[in-house]
C-alpha cells in the first residue's frame, strides 16, 4: 500500500475536508492539495455529488479500522537523553505523595 493510500492519509484527507466545511465556510482551503480525494479544487466551494461521496465511502478503510490492534512490544530499555537526579527524585516523590490519595479516595460518599 502506498504512503498516500495507507488507511491514516485517507482518514486525514477527510479531516482538511471537514475542517475547510466547518472553518473556511464550505470553501476549499486546507484540502486543497488533496490527492487522494481528487474532485477539491482549490478556492471552490466544497459540494460533493452524491457519486463523489460513495467514491469516499470506497476508499474508507474498513477492513484496517475492523482489525483488533496489535500490541506493542514493551521494552525496559533507557531513554536515550539523561535527566538531572535531582529532578528524577523530584518526580518521585510527588508521584509517591500523590498516588496514595488516589488510592484510598472514596467513589461515592454514603450519608
Known amino acids: 500500500m502506498g504512503e498516500e493510500r495507507h488507511p491514516i492519509r485517507i482518514l486525514q484527507r477527510a479531516r482538511q475536508i471537514r475542517h475547510d466545511i466547518s472553518h473556511k465556510r464550505g470553501m476549499c482551503v486546507e484540502s486543497a492539495g488533496n490527492t487522494i480525494i481528487d474532485w477539491l479544487e482549490a478556492g471552490n466551494p ?38 538531572p537526579n535531582d529532578w528524577i527524585e523530584t518526580v518521585k516523590t510527588h508521584i509517591e505523595a500523590n498516588e496514595p490519595v488516589k488510592k484510598s479516595a472514596p467513589l461515592c460518599s454514603k450519608k
Open 46 to 83: 466544497i459540494a460533493p455529488t452524491p457519486r463523489q461521496m460513495i467514491g469516499l465511502l470506497d476508499q474508507f478503510p474498513h477492513d484496517e479500522l475492523h482489525r483488533t490492534p496489535t500490541r506493542v512490544t514493551h521494552t525496559n530499555s533507557p531513554l536515550p537523553y539523561q535527566f
